[in-house]
């Protein structure tokens, strides 16, 4: 199991490591300009000890030969003045260069993935917390500046100061070279160690724990409707401090690990310091070190101590980082689910008829299918309800046309063209559909209903909402067409909503329309003012009406009843009444039973 683990955390470095590689090869000049940079500029703390001991050395010069003295003295601080400068001018140059490389990726790797998380299946979405993957992206983002700050501006000046220190001192000193490399490749396995399989198991407890609570805090206030309506406050207060106990416990184990990991590095440095000091007191006792030397190690012990103290640092960052990242870099790595076929072309829809052609469907891992040699076809024009049972269908039909699943046999065909081999996006423009409950962006009112053609014109979108009845509402508010509507609509009506939905099917002007039931719910005058725009949104187009009160598909050319997966009637409303036993007259006459007695108790 600890294999496993361990496997596990490799496998996220690795990850998160290639990803943030594949994104650096996109901008390979601008990184390789911060990189030398900085390179560049540390090599000034790797040659300033040597000039800090041959400045001792010309100090010790000045009993016997004073302008020599003087002379060495002025060539070694001029060398240390020239390294300053030119450290100084390199690293603005490199952490200037970082700004644009970080921002740049930053913004790739958010637009990559709301551009997955949005073309992601409609199961993926049912599944998944929408504050959870905000989390998921932000967290990300932020981690991805910490990880870029961590490799080039941090880990790599100290790898080239380690390396550019060891070997100086093992050319004059091999004993030396040999105590700094051999603590500091033991000092850096430990941090590793330390790091990966000490702190990291905790830490993605910990990041997975704050993206429940994210998801959590997003659910309880976007239903905060509901929280009032059932008085319902202090419930989720406990449910949230539930939450954030679990979280305070999980992190304070994280920052312990954390601390007691500091605390261990320190003493391997503090073992390291006193080898390397009392070895170059003993080259200097045996006659091989001046004291110049000895200025020359102590001064470059410390820079190398102070490299290796940040070096544990840096990667603790680092593998804060990537834990960080991990959730955003399996969003990348997420299949779509439903995805364009390498050839897919446009779908061009004109007539609007609409075939299932011995279509079989089940849904994700379920083994008994919904549908299994579904034959349908829908001629051009043709206004036709889908009644039944719940789960008997209805719903999904109209899924698999708009291709939000796929078959996974036979056919769905539209106008002949098989809607799996046409780009979803052409394919969904001309599909308009006015769902249920119907959701508005936080925007205008003009932004929602122009939604469905964004290059409307603002006489095409009052237009619109003419047709849809909404036009009289909106002209009554404060400030009419630019009303911020609130998050999902919420500060409309269920009917205001309804006819703005409405409104946005009119103006997009498909050649196809699919209603769920949108009536439902609604008061009568609202009620009226939707049928009667229903009907003028239907004329001229092939519909499909999902109903579940049968009163609203009385008019309709045909109707199609959905039973256990399977068109078990089909027929207009009188022919489908006045067969025996039938389905649709059962259905019928439950609805009809209540509506009788609350006439008669009237």
């Not at 090869?25 to 040659?47: I, P, Y």
Request: one cysteine or more.
């Amino acid at each position: 199991m600890t294999v496993v683990r361990r496997t596990r955390r490799a496998d996220a470095m690795r990850t998160v490591l290639a990803f943030t590689f594949r994104h650096w090869r996109r901008q390979s000049a601008l990184v390789a300009g911060v990189a030398c940079a900085m390179v560049t500029a540390t090599l000034a703390d790797v040659f300033m000890p040597y000039f800090a001991g041959r400045l001792v050395d010309a100090l010790m010069l000045v009993s016997s030969d004073r302008e020599a003295a003087r002379d060495a003295a002025l060539a070694a601080f001029g060398a240390m003045a020239g390294l300053g400068l030119g450290m100084v001018v390199l690293r603005h140059l490199g952490w200037s260069g970082i700004i644009p490389l970080t921002l740049r990726m930053m913004g790739d790797i958010s637009q990559d993935a709301f551009h997955r998380v949005q073309r992601f299946s409609t199961d993926w979405h049912a599944n998944s917390f929408a504050g959870a993957v905000v989390r998921k992206i932000t967290r990300g983002m932020n981690a991805l500046d910490t990880l870029n700050d961590t490799l080039l501006l941090a880990l790599l000046p100290s790898v080239t100061v380690l390396l550019g220190t060891m070997l100086l001192m093992a050319l004059h000193w091999p004993v030396l070279g040999l105590v700094v490399g051999g603590g500091t490749l033991a000092y850096i396995a430990l941090t590793l160690y330390l790091s990966t399989s000490y702190i990291a198991p905790v830490a993605k407890l910990s990041n997975a724990l704050d993206t429940r609570l994210g998801g959590m805090l997003a659910d309880a206030i976007g239903c905060n409707p509901v929280v009032k309506a059932f008085g319902a406050e202090a419930r989720e207060d406990e449910r949230l401090a539930r939450v954030i106990g679990k979280w305070r416990n999980r992190t304070w184990h994280t920052w312990t690990r954390h601390t007691r990991s500091g605390t261990t590095q320190n003493a391997v440095l503090l073992l390291m310091r006193t080898a390397v000091v009392g070895t170059s007191l003993v080259l200097w006792w045996h006659g091989r070190a001046t004291p110049g030397d000895v200025a020359y190690v102590l001064t470059t012990y410390f820079v190398v101590h102070g490299y290796l103290r940040d070096i544990g640092m840096h990667i603790n960052h680092l593998q804060r980082s990537v834990n960080e990242m991990e959730e955003l870099v399996l969003l990348h790595d997420e299949p779509l689910g439903i995805e364009d076929r390498p050839d897919a072309r446009p779908i061009r829809i004109g007539a609007g008829e609409i075939r299932f052609d011995h279509a079989d469907f089940h849904y994700g891992a379920h083994t008994v299918p919904l549908y299994k040699d579904l034959s349908v076809t829908i001629r051009a024009g043709e206004r036709v309800g889908l009644v039944g049972p719940s789960g008997s269908g209805k719903t999904t039909f109209v899924k698999l046309i708009q291709r939000l699943y796929d078959v996974t046999g036979g056919r769905v065909l539209i106008d002949g063209q098989d809607v799996s081999r046409a780009t979803q996006a052409s394919l969904r423009s001309q599909i308009a559909i006015v769902p249920q409950e119907p959701i508005l962006l936080h925007r205008s009112l003009a932004e929602n209903i122009a939604y469905a053609r964004p290059g409307a014109s603002m006489a095409e979108i009052e237009q619109a909402a003419r047709l849809a009845n909404a036009h009289d509402f909106i002209a009554r508010l404060p400030r009419g067409y630019a009303t911020m509507v609130g998050e999902r609509g919420v500060k409309l009506s269920g009917g205001e909503r309804q006819r703005v939905a409405l409104a946005r099917a009119f103006l997009a002007d498909a050649p196809i329309l699919i209603l769920d039931e949108a009536t439902s719910s609604l008061d009568s005058e609202s009620e009226a003012l939707i049928q009667e725009a229903m009907e003028r949104l239907m004329q001229g187009r092939t519909a499909l009406v999902i109903a579940h009160r049968l009163s609203t598909v009385r008019t309709l050319d045909r109707i199609l009843v959905f039973n256990q997966g399977r068109i078990v009637e089909e027929g207009s409303h009188k022919a489908l009444l006045h067969r025996p036993g039938g389905l649709y007259r059962r259905l019928f006459e439950q609805q009809s039973a209540p509506d009788r007695d609350r006439r008669s108790a009237g």
